[in-house]
C-alpha cells in the first residue's frame, strides 16, 4: 500500500473536522417511531368521530361539539411538536371502538387519556408537560355532563420517599403557592354558595390540603423552607353572588394544574413527576365540575396550563 500524499492526508484531516460538528448535532435524535405521532393521530380520528356525533344527534350535539374542539387542539399541539423533531412515523393505527354514538366518545375519551399518561413519566421535559397537558384536558371532558365519564380518579397525592432534587424546588414552591391561594379560595366562597355546594367545596378543601402539605413535605426533606400562605389573595374578579364565587374556584383549579405542570416541564424525578400528573389532573376534572356550575364555556379546558387556556 503506498504512502499518502499531503493533499489526501490535508483532505482526510479536513472531512473528520467535518464530521465531527455534524455528529454533534445528531447527539440526542433518535430513529424510532415518535410517540407524540400516534396521539396526535388518534386525537384527529376522535375529533372526527365527535363531529359525525353531533351531525347526526341532537341531543348530544353540545357535548360532542367541545369533544371535537379540545381533540382538535389535542391534535394540533401534539402534531406541531411532532413536526419540530421530525423522527419517522409510527407504524401503529388509532384505536377504534366497537361502540358508536355516545358511548363510542366516552370509549375513545378513556383510551386517549390512558396512552397520554402512560407516556408522561419517560418523555423529554417540555414534552412531559405537553402531553400531561392532554391527559388532564381529556380527564377533564369526563367531567362534562354524565355521557363521557366518570373517568378514573387519579387518586390521593402524597409526598415520594426519597428527597426531590433540589433543582426541583423552585418549580414545587409555585406549586405549593397555588395550593395555599386555592385554599384560601375555597374558604371565601363557602359564604357565597348555597348548602348544596358544602360537600363539593370540603372535598376540594381536603384534596388541597393533601397537595399542600405533601409540597411541604418534599420542600422540606431537600432541605429548603416551604413558603408560607399569603394573608389573603386577589381574585381575578370581585365575588359578590354564588356564580362568581364558582368562577372563582374554577379559576383556583385552573391556575394550580398550571403549577403542576410547570413542576413537570421542570423536572425528570420519575416520583415528582407521579405527583405532579395526579395533581394535574385532579385539577383539571375538579375546575370542570366548577366551570359546568358556574355556566362558563367551554366547561372543559382543552390543554390545562397552556397560555391559551
Avoid at 380520528?45 to 367541545?66: F, P, T
Avoid at 433540589?166 to 386555592?182: F, K
Avoid at 359578590?240 to 405542570?261: H, L, N, Q
Wanted: charged share 20%; proline share 7%.
Amino acid at each position: 500500500m503506498r504512502p499518502r500524499t499531503r493533499r489526501e492526508v490535508l483532505r482526510a484531516s479536513a472531512l473528520a473536522a467535518l464530521a465531527a460538528p455534524l455528529a454533534a448535532c445528531q447527539t440526542g435524535y433518535s430513529d424510532e417511531p415518535d410517540p407524540l405521532a400516534l396521539l396526535a393521530e388518534q386525537a384527529r380520528a376522535d375529533a372526527a368521530a365527535a363531529d359525525a356525533v353531533a351531525a347526526s344527534s341532537s341531543a348530544a350535539a353540545d357535548v360532542a361539539r367541545q369533544y371535537a374542539a379540545a381533540r382538535t387542539a389535542h391534535a394540533r399541539a401534539l402534531q406541531s411538536e411532532v413536526d419540530r423533531l421530525n423522527r419517522p412515523k409510527s407504524s401503529a393505527s388509532p384505536v377504534v371502538p366497537s361502540e358508536d354514538g355516545v358511548a363510542g366518545l366516552k370509549k375513545r375519551l378513556a383510551t386517549a387519556r390512558e396512552q397520554a399518561e402512560s407516556l408522561v413519566g419517560g418523555l423529554p421535559r417540555y414534552r412531559a408537560g405537553l402531553v400531561a397537558a392532554v391527559a388532564g384536558g381529556c380527564a377533564g371532558l369526563q367531567q362534562v355532563g354524565s355521557s363521557l365519564g366518570p373517568g378514573t380518579d387519579p387518586g390521593e397525592v402524597t409526598a415520594p420517599a426519597s428527597a426531590v432534587p433540589p433543582e426541583s424546588a423552585g418549580p414545587l414552591q409555585q406549586a405549593l403557592s397555588a395550593e395555599h391561594a386555592a385554599l384560601w379560595v375555597y374558604g371565601l366562597v363557602s359564604a357565597f354558595l348555597p348548602d348544596t355546594y358544602t360537600a363539593g367545596t370540603a372535598e376540594g378543601t381536603a384534596e388541597h390540603q393533601d397537595r399542600r402539605d405533601a409540597c411541604v413535605r418534599m420542600l422540606s426533606a431537600a432541605g429548603v423552607e416551604p413558603r408560607a400562605a399569603e394573608p389573603a389573595y386577589i381574585p381575578p374578579k370581585p365575588v359578590t353572588d354564588a356564580t362568581s364565587a364558582k368562577s372563582v374556584v374554577a379559576t383556583a383549579e385552573a391556575d394550580a394544574a398550571t403549577a403542576w405542570r410547570g413542576v413537570l416541564e421542570q423536572t425528570d424525578d420519575a416520583e415528582l413527576r407521579a405527583v405532579a400528573l395526579k395533581a394535574l389532573l385532579a385539577s383539571s376534572r375538579r375546575g370542570t365540575r366548577w366551570r359546568e356550575a358556574a355556566g362558563e364555556q367551554p366547561t372543559a379546558i382543552a390543554l390545562p396550563g397552556s397560555a391559551s387556556s
